[in-house]
């Protein structure tokens, strides 16, 4: 399984920024799927997640700016990033919890980040 993570870059403060994760391969079904983020000397934190049933949860810190959304039939996952600011600068993964054929229960997949980067 892969996940193939793109749409990051550099974006003035107050712009936007769409970000696309697609997963591949021997794949029987998908729980949860989601983005973190990890900001230069920083732990790695949840930005957003949407489960197999659509429920969402955000971070606090982008309520209201960032929209996550999840094609289920092409198995990828979109952060919609709006009203961007210097705070949001960091890598972004996208991870998907994924069964695969054989298997009778999920494990963690991560993408290969893609760096945010807002700044003038």
């Known amino acids: 399984v892969q996940l193939q993570a793109s749409g990051g870059g550099l974006v003035q403060p107050g712009g936007s920024l769409r970000l696309s994760c697609g997963a591949s391969?021997?794949?029987?079904?998908?729980?949860?799927m989601g983005w973190y983020r990890q900001a230069p000397g920083k732990r790695r934190e949840l930005v957003a997640s949407i489960t197999r049933g659509s429920y969402i949860k955000y971070a606090d810190s982008v309520k209201g700016r960032f929209t996550i959304s999840r094609d289920y039939a092409k198995n990828t996952v979109y952060l919609q990033m709006n009203s961007l600011n210097p705070e949001d600068t960091a890598v972004y993964y996208c991870?998907?919890?994924?069964?695969?054929?054989?298997?009778?229960?999920?494990?963690?997949?991560w993408g290969q980040g893609t760096l945010v980067t807002v700044s003038s």
């Open positions: 991870n998907a919890e994924v069964t695969v054929y054989g298997r009778r229960s999920y494990e963690n997949y």
């Open positions: 391969g021997s794949i029987f079904s998908i729980n949860d």
